[in-house]
């Protein structure tokens, strides 16, 4: 027989919702925090009491366009003490580190970048990030006491609850590299760590994108693709924390073998390195037109986007080759979750992002299966190529602020 929940888990949940809907409105009353929530006028009274108390929140003025419909005072608003705590992103790519810290809004304070040194290993990669992060702390001059914790965004396979990654394809030597216990170890505040793409439609959501909507996906190409997803206004990890490779359904069972076992996968089409390498094969035709036809070594990604919107039509082929690959690929993955929203980000899209958005948008307006139930938006992502590296700080603030009702335990 159950006799109801844990107390204190009740309190925690309670004061979660009450801080996630002051965020989201940026200001609100005390009565229309109860009204939104459901919560008794006096559950609301006691949690905002406490919260004044913590300084999580401020009262920023009377709500005075609320006198007309309840007559009386107006009532006074609430919002997030953007001072109150920060948090810091680090994102680990094959050849950049970012490392960024913004405070409970998600607003920018300061930002460094790392170039990658693979050939030092992981051990010595990790102790360079924490040193890098004292000195940003340093440089930010916040106190390190308002710090509330780190959270790093990298390429999977990975365990998210443990903070182990598993060697990841583009990080050469990371197999069972335990990188949230590492960075405790040199830094001693909280870590979490997840997939680059789920970071990624973390931050979104949290920066204010995405909102409207219940389910979505976030595409995020940076070195490789992947997709972050939202179900039932929910982060979705999947039973090993490791969903949303999208880079990895197959598109012809025929086509080139992938490091991942299989062959013809969507990233062997439409990753920046899969377009630099058929740029690099059509140059070698000795009749090859384009205006890069003798670029300065090594041919890089940015430059075949840059061409593209330019005037190069081999670079612009390939890269509308690319965007249909990936369309074929959200058709399927929305034909499987269903989703109201695609959101593009990552710095594959930097340049390039509308060629795919409308290109990704005619292809599920002709082929999703429910396309004439309901139109699926494609965006792209504001944070661009820094979706990450923030989305990678928001983790944090998203696992503080969005309490779930799983936690909650029952008493015998």
């Known amino acids: ?213 219940s389910n979505f996906a976030f595409i995020y190409m940076g070195v490789g693709l992947g997709c972050g997803m939202f179900i039932d206004n929910h982060i979705y990890r999947g039973s090993t924390t490791n969903a949303g490779e999208l880079g990895h359904i197959t598109l012809n069972p025929d086509g080139p073998a992938c490091y991942c076992g299989n062959r013809g996968c969507v990233e062997l089409y439409c990753s920046p390195q899969a377009m630099v390498q058929a740029y690099a094969a059509h140059m070698r035709d000795k009749h090859a037109i384009g205006t890069l036809a003798h670029p300065s070594p090594p041919l890089t990604f940015v430059e075949i986007a840059q061409a593209a919107m330019g005037s190069d039509p081999v670079a612009r082929a390939i890269v509308n080759q690319s965007a249909q690959a990936l369309a074929q690929g959200v058709v399927s993955l929305v034909n499987i979750f269903d989703p109201e929203l695609i959101v593009l980000g990552g710095k594959g899209f930097h340049t390039i992002g509308p060629i795919y958005r409308e290109t990704i948008q005619q292809a599920l307006r002709d082929h999703s299966f429910a396309r004439r139930r309901h139109a699926i938006k494609v965006e792209l992502a504001v944070e661009g190529e820094s979706a990450a590296a923030l989305g990678a700080a928001t983790l944090i603030l998203y696992e503080a602020f969005t309490l779930r009702m799983n936690t909650l335990t029952t008493t015998p």
Not at 29 to 40: M, N, P
Not at 55 to 79: F, H, N, Q
Not at 181 to 198: C, E, F, K, R, S
């Open 1 to 213: 027989m159950q006799s109801g929940v844990n107390l204190h888990l009740v309190r925690d949940y309670n004061q979660g919702v009450i801080l996630e809907a002051i965020r989201v409105e940026g200001g609100i009353s005390r009565v229309a925090l109860a009204q939104k929530t459901g919560l008794t006028a006096q559950t609301v009274t006691n949690i905002v009491r406490r919260l004044l108390d913590q300084d999580m929140i401020l009262e920023i003025g009377r709500d005075v366009a609320a006198i007309g419909s309840t007559g009386g005072k107006p009532r006074v608003r609430l919002s997030i003490n953007p001072a109150a705590g920060y948090a810091i992103g680090i994102q680990i790519d094959r050849d950049l580190i970012s490392l960024i810290i913004v405070d409970l809004n998600g607003t920018l304070i300061a930002k460094a970048h790392l170039p990658m040194q693979q050939d030092h290993g992981p051990i010595a990669i990790i102790a360079e990030i924490a040193e890098a992060v004292r000195r940003l702390i340093q440089q930010s001059q916040i106190p390190s006491a308002k710090i509330i914790g780190i959270g790093v965004a990298c390429p999977g396979p990975l365990d998210h609850d443990k903070g182990i990654v598993f060697a990841p394809p583009n990080l050469l030597g990371w197999d069972e590299v335990p990188i949230r216990d590492l960075l405790m170890q040199h830094l001693g505040y909280p870590v979490i760590v997840d997939n680059d793409a789920t970071a990624a439609a973390i931050g979104v959501r949290w920066l204010g994108g995405a909102h409207f909507v």
